[in-house]
């Protein structure tokens, strides 16, 4: 996906692109990580759908849960599912970063005559 240290840095455009379509890969994974947290505040903790929207967008978004969770099994849950969003924050970063990180390391490690092509 990325050039090799040997190749020219691509253009401007291309990088633009690159970001593009690793942001668009970060999106999906949250929304895979939302679909999960919708899903079990629903179906495990028995909340209506836009609170379990609500709860799965917080517990996502690194704020806490809003509504009391009453069962065992619910907290369990939001437990596991703290510790998934905490892990898709760090997956999520790490895919929008790397073009950028890729582009500067390629650039620091241009040589003066890769530079005057």
């Avoid at 799965?56 to 809003?66: D, E, K, N, R, Y």
């Avoid at 998934?84 to 582009?103: E, K, N, Q, Y």
């Amino acid at each position: 996906m990325f050039e090799h240290r040997h190749q020219q840095i691509v253009p401007v455009s291309v990088f633009i692109k690159r970001l593009a379509v690793f942001f668009g890969i970060a999106i999906l994974l949250i929304l895979f990580a939302l679909f999960i947290g919708i899903a079990g505040y629903h179906w495990i903790a028995g909340f209506g759908w836009v609170d379990s929207l609500l709860n799965a967008s917080m517990i996502l978004g690194g704020m806490g849960p809003v509504n009391p969770l009453t069962s065992m099994a619910a907290k369990i849950f939001a437990s596991f599912y703290a510790l998934f969003c905490g892990l898709i924050f760090i997956a999520v970063m790490g895919i929008i970063l790397s073009p950028i990180m890729h582009r500067m390391l390629h650039k620091f490690h241009m040589d003066d005559k890769d530079l005057q092509r």
